[in-house]
């Protein structure tokens, strides 16, 4: 859910749009059918659907102009256009291969690496950073003749603009205007100067995005539509006004004027369905058409993707008598509903979104996979469907979460799912009047993932007949003891609590003890210590500092282990050699850090907090000098002589 920002003193006040960001959306045009036709180019011209079940999932532009839609029977649209080329889309590898493709094209362009994806077809991008730095550069005696630098680091890699003309569309609250009429918007006149800056921040963001959707179309053969704005929740929806192939910014004034002029979020925002708001979902929307409405709205009968019929509007929500955070608490609230519901969709209703672009992850933070179903009411069924599920969940998990180091050629886990869910959505039986009520409500429930599921030793469909019989079975029972008559509309599997592994380049969170191992000789070689005769006086006295040896980062580690380690776990075996030297005083005066403690700090494996410098301190028994860290197991060592 997105963050917000904190109401006003005056609770029914409009939250205050921030304007220091920058935010493209990008959404790629009819994906599914994309990615088909980029396997066979000859369907670019054909009216081309995708098909899941017996429903359209997405169609071409070719097919739209035939009267196809999304969500459509295959059997209307075969009627509608009996030339329509069908292609089953039930298996989403391919799908979900060119979004990550596409994904990692994008993030590429990004300094910050904030880029969120949504779906197989949406990402968000935060270029805040990008546009700063390349306004600042702008030549304000000359801005038309402008560069927009790619690389802060060379200077040559980048482009040449106009820093006086948008890119693209813009949204216009009276009338649409033509992309090649658009104004100077930098020399338009403002008694606002704070609008100047934002205007030529977002016709430099307009640039950029331009930049990026024709690389896209050109390196990669798919085209975007792209939303240009201050944040998450109006760039995905400003994007929507012109489709496909193309761009739309939203300009100043954000906010009403004091001459007069509304604000722009709050006019474009207003015209929309309170259901196409992102944020409010179909069961908020509901309970805000009944408030408004004053009844039970009109609801379309239809069985597995019927939506209301009624339309109202996010102005009607908004100027609805006595209408603020505190009346739609007490609208959206109750068991069950997020604290301070009624605060976040009022920040909604106005356009506040400071929700952050998450950065980019390799990672998935869950896998996710379920069916949807006519009817599912057997147990044989049942046990066939968790079987498919497994499968596929199985397939995914190795896609995802899995990689072949370079060194060995051998694949290895990148992440390890900790937990395994099950969720059902039972249909309610059929009413008095005869008509079954309408629920979108899951029941789920959780356990560990069982660890045969990290084996590479077993193929693929032994492992998912494992997890479907020895898992997800007693789940279901569970869920369902009783051994018939459920009607299940819906069945999901997930892999959640994701815990990373180790990466070499440092950019995950976890440990590759495995990779710790193997490379221990490697590591520790340089301060290896051997246990050689060596002549007295044939060693020049040296002053050791402790940090330089283990480095900042590993004497956490180090102190830790120490800390936690029982007494005679610190000693270990080296209690003889102590003994036998115990009047020696210099670098071997420290206990030396074992593989399990030793730390590369360059290896990414740092401890998560800094250490300040450590102090050498002097035994007052033996004069060894040794890290203050070290000292009081080494004052207890003399204690354990005397006893």
């Not at 029914?12 to 396997?39: G, K």
């Not at 979460?401 to 309610?428: C, F, G």
């Not at 789920?444 to 007949?465: H, K, Q, V, Y």
């Not at 670098?587 to 850090?593: A, N, V």
């Amino acid at each position: 859910m997105p963050e917000f920002a904190k109401p006003t003193s005056n609770g029914n006040a409009p939250p205050r749009v921030r304007d220091d960001r920058l935010i493209l959306h990008f959404d790629y045009d009819c994906f599914y059918a994309s990615v088909v036709e980029a396997e066979n180019p000859a369907l670019k011209d054909l009216p081309l659907a995708i098909q899941q079940k017996q429903i359209i999932v997405t169609c071409n532009y070719e097919a739209r102009k035939r009267g196809l839609f999304k969500l459509q029977l295959i059997s209307e649209a075969r009627r509608m256009c009996p030339e329509v080329v069908v292609v089953l889309g039930e298996d989403l590898t391919r799908f979900r291969a060119a979004s990550k493709e596409l994904y990692s094209f994008l993030t590429g362009h990004v300094w910050s690496k904030r880029s969120e994806r949504l779906g197989f077809d949406e990402v968000w991008l935060d270029v805040t950073d990008m546009i700063d730095y390349n306004v600042d550069l702008v030549n304000q005696h000359d801005p038309s003749n402008s560069y927009f630098h790619l690389d802060k680091k060379d200077p040559t890699v980048g482009f040449a603009y106009d820093a006086t003309a948008l890119r693209g569309y813009q949204y216009q609250p009276s009338e649409e205007q033509d992309k090649s009429t658009a104004p100077n918007l930098v020399g338009a006149d403002t008694s606002d100067s704070s609008d100047a800056e934002l205007r030529a921040r977002l016709i430099a963001g307009s640039h950029l995005a331009q930049y990026l959707r024709l690389r896209l179309e050109e390196e990669k053969g798919y085209s975007a539509t792209v939303g240009i704005a201050v944040n998450k929740l109006i760039s995905k929806l400003v994007g929507n006004c012109h489709k496909p192939r193309a761009q739309t910014t939203l300009l100043p004034p954000l906010k009403a004027t004091t001459t007069g002029v509304e604000g722009k979020v709050t006019t474009f925002l207003d015209g929309h369905d309170i259901g196409k708001v992102p944020g409010i979902g179909f069961k908020l929307s509901q309970k805000l058409r009944e408030h408004v409405l004053g009844r039970q709205p009109a609801f379309s009968e239809d069985l597995v993707y019927g939506g209301t019929k009624e339309h109202v509007s996010v102005r009607d929500v908004r100027l609805f008598p006595s209408m603020g955070p505190t009346l739609l608490e007490e609208i959206l609230g109750g068991p069950g509903a997020q604290k301070g519901i009624g605060t976040k969709v009022w920040c909604l209703l106005h356009g506040v979104d400071d929700s952050d672009v998450a950065k980019a992850r390799s990672i998935p933070t869950q896998i996710s996979l379920e069916d949807s179903y006519i009817r599912l009411d057997t147990i044989e069924e049942v046990q066939r469907e968790l079987h498919s599920l497994s499968l596929n969940l199985v397939k995914r998990m190795h896609l995802d979460l899995t990689d072949t180091a370079a060194d060995t050629n051998e694949r290895h886990w990148l992440a390890i799912p900790h937990t395994l869910r099950l969720s059902t959505r039972p249909r309610p039986p059929v009413g008095p009047d005869g008509k079954r009520p309408r629920t979108f409500n899951r029941i789920s429930r959780s356990g560990p993932m069982p660890t045969f599921i990290l084996s590479r030793s077993d193929d693929e469909n032994t492992t998912a007949a494992r997890l479907a019989s020895e898992a997800l079975m007693p789940m279901f029972r569970k869920l369902h003891p009783e051994k018939s008559g459920w009607n299940l509309s819906l069945i999901n599997v997930a892999a959640t609590n994701m815990q990373e592994t180790a990466s070499r380049d440092g950019g995950s969170t976890g440990r590759d003890i495995g990779d710790m191992f193997k490379r221990q000789e490697e590591v520790l070689r340089e301060w290896r210590v051997e246990d050689k005769d060596v002549p007295p006086g044939s060693v020049p006295s040296e002053e050791v500092n402790i940090t330089e040896v283990l480095g900042e980062a590993s004497l956490g580690s180090y102190r830790e282990s120490l800390e936690h380690k029982p007494r005679e776990s610190v000693l270990g075996s080296a209690d003889a050699s102590y003994s036998e030297a115990g009047t020696h005083v210099g670098s071997e005066d420290f206990l030396i850090p074992t593989q399990s403690t030793f730390v590369d700090p360059d290896d990414g494996w740092q401890s998560d907090g800094s250490q300040g410098p450590v102090y050498g301190e002097s035994c007052p028994f033996c004069s060894a000098v040794m890290p203050a860290f070290a000292y009081e197991a080494h004052l207890r060592y003399h204690e354990m002589e005397t006893d």
